[in-house]
T-cell receptor, first 118, second 113 residues
Framework: GAVVSQHPSWVICKSGTSVKIECRSL??????MFWYRQFPKQSLMLMAT?????????EQGVEKDKFLINHASLTLSTLTVTSAHPEDSSFYIC??????????????FGEGSRLTVL | GENVEQHPSTLSVQEGDSAVIKCTYS??????FPWYKQELGKRPQLIID?????GEKKDQRIAVTLNKTAKHFSLHITETQPEDSAVYFC????????????FGPGTRLSVLP
């Protein structure tokens, strides 16, 4: 299957700093990538849809100024958590599909990035 | 919008027994229903999926059934093994509709040796 890679896997930062998480499609081009947030023992909640060359589409309740998404190339999307606070601590996962039209179905997930804000 | 419910939230079975996890969805337009397995701290991985034009799909010990009328679908794992222990998520999506997967809350399956 297709491979999606995230970096870093773990990040610990001080409150008030910004953290950037990268999501790469290694063997396919992805015009669309998805960013999820997962709290412990909870489900994946879609935060935003990242669109190559255009603005991301954010889900209701997700602050676009706090979670900056940039999808500058067909293989890379970045999520920047700005001015992070302890409540932003979570597991962030991206996903993408080689099927741009979304008719094949399967989404491939990155390894996830665990953010801890002190 | 779509809403997916999943039951039970936790499930413990003895090794060799069967496990069944059920999901319901609200949007009758949804036509793609994948199941993902997530081990602790790892990425979700697709284990089986079903489209709305079929009622059942099987892959070795894993099967999924879909009832479009009732808007529910189920995951069946037979002859469970300890390595089946994980969190399982169902999801509903509309193919070609933006790949917006709505996930269920998850089921933590424990297979006891």
């Amino acid at each position: 299957g297709a491979v999606v890679s995230q970096h870093p896997s773990w990040v610990i930062c001080k409150s008030g700093t910004s953290v950037k998480i990268e999501c790469r499609s290694l063997d396919f081009q992805a015009t669309t990538m998805f960013w999820y947030r997962q709290f412990p023992k909870q489900s994946l909640m879609l935060m935003a849809t990242s669109n190559e060359g255009s603005k991301a589409t954010y889900e209701q309740g997700v602050e676009k100024d706090k979670f900056l998404i940039n999808h500058a190339s067909l293989t890379l999307s970045t999520l920047t958590v700005t001015s992070a606070h302890p409540e932003d601590s979570s597991f962030y996962i991206c996903s993408a599909s080689p099927d741009a039209a979304g008719v094949d179905g399967e989404l491939f997930f990155g390894e996830g990035s665990r953010l801890t804000v002190l | 919008g779509e809403n997916v419910e999943q039951h039970p939230s936790t499930l413990s079975v003895q090794e060799g027994d069967s496990a069944v996890i059920k999901c319901t969805y609200s949007d009758s337009a949804s036509n793609y229903f994948p199941w993902y397995k997530q081990e602790l701290g790892k990425r979700p991985q697709l284990i089986i999926d079903i489209r709305s034009n079929v009622g059942e799909k099987k892959d070795q010990r894993i099967a999924v059934t879909l009832n479009k009328t009732a808007k529910h679908f189920s995951l069946h794992i037979t002859e469970t093994q300890p390595e089946d222990s994980a969190v399982y998520f169902c999801a509903a999506s509309l193919l070609g509709g933006g790949q917006n997967f709505v996930f269920g809350p998850g089921t933590r399956l424990s297979v006891l040796p």
